[in-house]
């Protein structure tokens, strides 16, 4: 075997290790362009295969089949490259690599010299070659020399191809040429493998950082338990600190620390958890855990079962959430739902305790004309003087409770309060005290007149009640802030601290004889109307704003 035989199988030997071995991580790894550069190692091998033959003595059609296979070949290169690098391969190459082609195609038919027939391809391959240096070394985001080994050796092989065609008719040269071509393609593949290697890890160790960072961040807590061969905790986020007050690193140092906290009532879902993962993980948990500071938080955990090759359970990854919140909310929804049932029960029973109520009243003041109850006269007023009042009470708590359909028009706030004016002040003037109405310039608003006109009478007897003779309460209305405000003043001794933190609630009142749904049925018409309440109280009296919205 000649040295000449013996450099081009170390060639094919070398193309072919390189092309199994790039197949191989294509399998292990499925990125494209992986695929495309093993295509290309594939296809330059079985080019090789036909340098056996000196190619000045190839037959014609057999030199131009090689040509564009390797013209398409190279194309192929580039475009695999241009997907490593992350950028889109210009049709400018398409058209470079058919107009050279035709050139070397035209000087073959033409039977020129070989020098000839072969430099416009060859230049158009050289010309790729420089390009993939000046890519790896220039455009490579690596800090490694191993960018410009490989740079270099493309460089290297842009060069040794552009001698080719001068240099292949020396007969000494051609066996080196083939280990120097050899060499150089050896260095590119492995190069080029190591740089893929190096370009993988750092895209994981930034990805790991982002889900670190994702994990580390979230407002829930993430967690890994391993269940093989021991029951350990692997990972737990920072988040756990808000959720339990103890640190991250107190849970590594005692892995059952997070399952001791669960409330002793909820402890057999933990049990069940550990027992069998796979079977709890198909809806979420939730279970009460017990805080640092013993106060109780309800908690929703979700779980993903790990499995082995085996389908064995080997650990699982678990998202803790806090809905403490969300459960007081359905802790308020059900009692407010409660309530609403008994409310219209009470509602029910109310309206019937009308009906005798009114004959009652009816027939005290049928015997209180009798002569013969004349010296009853004061007993049947104190009596008929109660049942005023037990209607009353009836009459506001059914306003509080009725739930009809508001009538919104538009309507000018001052007109209503003018419309009732002369009734608040005459109940005022009936008691030594005043009212005064300081109207400003409003914009029509949407209102229902009626229960304004509640609202109003509502507040202005509330503040008449809290005042001695001789005080006064002063109505306003006024624009701040686009938005229309009924302010009522008072000047009595103010709202104790404690009831101002609840009122607005039914039954809540200072007053002997209050029943404590006045203020309730104003909370309720301002909310009906979409509107902000605001009391303001003080030694010197109290204040009460009424936001509408300007609409």
């Known amino acids: 075997m000649t040295f000449y035989e013996l450099s081009i199988i170390a060639a094919l030997s ?54 564009l296979i390797s013209i398409a070949n190279n194309i192929l290169l ?28 035209i000087a073959i038919f033409f039977n020129a010299s070989f020098a000839v027939k072969s430099l416009p391809s060859l230049a158009f391959i050289a010309y790729i070659y420089f390009w993939h240096g000046w890519m790896f070394i220039r455009h490579l985001d690596s800090k490694s020399w191993g960018k410009t080994v490989v740079g270099a050796a493309f460089i290297g092989m842009g060069l040794h191809t552009l001698d080719m065609p ?26 080029v493998l190591m740089l893929y290697v190096e370009k993988n890890f750092r895209d994981l160790v930034s990805k790991e950082q982002q889900y670190r960072l994702l994990a580390e961040n979230a407002a829930d807590t993430i967690y890994l338990y391993s269940l093989k061969p ?40 933990i049990e069940s958890l550990v027992n069998s993962p796979s079977s709890v993980s198909t809806s979420p948990l939730v279970m009460r855990l017990i805080r640092r500071d013993h106060t109780l938080i309800w908690v929703e955990q979700t779980t993903v079962p790990i499995l082995d090759t085996d389908g064995l359970c080997i650990s699982f990854e678990g998202i803790i959430r806090d809905i403490s919140t969300r459960k007081m909310l359905e802790q308020d929804v059900s009692r407010l739902d409660r309530l609403n049932t008994v409310g219209q029960m009470a509602a029910n029973v109310a309206h019937e305790i009308r009906n005798p109520l009114t004959t009652v009243k009816g027939y005290l003041q049928f015997f209180l ?9 004061e007993h049947f007023s104190l009596l008929i003087t109660e049942l005023d009042r037990a209607n009353l009470i009836i009459k506001e708590y059914l306003s509080l409770c009725q739930n009809k359909s508001r009538d919104l028009n538009l309507c000018q706030l001052n007109n209503i309060i003018q419309d009732i004016y002369p009734l608040i002040k005459a109940a005022a ?19 229902d007149e009626k229960e304004i006109r509640q609202l109003l009478l509502n507040l202005v ?37 404690h009831i101002l933190e609840n009122i607005g609630k039914p039954f809540l009142t200072t007053k002997d004889t209050g029943t404590g749904l006045g203020l309730a049925v104003v909370y309720r018409i301002t909310s009906d109307h979409q509107a902000k309440i605001q009391v303001v109280s003080g030694p010197l009296g109290t204040t009460f704003y009424i936001f509408f919205k300007n609409k």
Not at 35 to 56: D, E, Y
Not at 78 to 100: H, N, P, R
Not at 472 to 493: C, F, P, W
Request: net charge neutral.
């Open 14 to 67: 070398a193309t072919f290790a390189v092309g199994c071995v790039y197949f191989f991580l294509f399998w292990l790894y499925r990125q494209t362009y992986i695929g495309l550069w093993a295509t290309f190692w594939l296809v330059h091998f079985l080019t090789q295969i036909f340098f056996r033959t000196p190619l000045p003595q190839i037959p014609t059609p057999v030199l131009i089949v090689i040509q």
């Open 78 to 105: 580039v475009y695999a490259t241009s997907k490593f690098f992350g950028q889109k391969m210009t049709k400018s190459w398409y058209y470079w690599g058919i107009g050279l082609s035709l050139l070397s195609d």
């Open 166 to 191: 001068f240099l292949i008719s020396v007969s000494w040269f051609a066996p080196w040429g083939f280990l120097i071509s050899a060499t150089l393609r050896f260095i590119i593949s492995i190069g």
């Open 230 to 269: 021991t029951h350990k905790l692997d990972y737990i986020s920072p988040s756990i600190s808000r959720l339990t007050g103890y640190s991250p690193d107190e849970y590594y140092e005692s892995p059952g620390l997070l399952f001791s906290l669960i409330h002793p009532s909820d402890a057999f879902w």
């Open 369 to 377: 004309k009798k002569p013969v109850f004349l010296g009853y006269h």
């Open 429 to 447: 003037n009936a008691s030594s005290m005043e009212v005064y109405f300081s109207p400003e310039a409003l914009p029509e608003i949407h209102l």
């Open 461 to 497: 007897r509330n503040g008449l009640e809290a005042m001695e003779p001789g005080g006064s309460v002063m109505i306003r209305t006024y624009v701040k802030n686009d938005e229309v405000v009924l302010e009522v003043q008072d000047h009595g001794a103010g709202i104790p601290p």
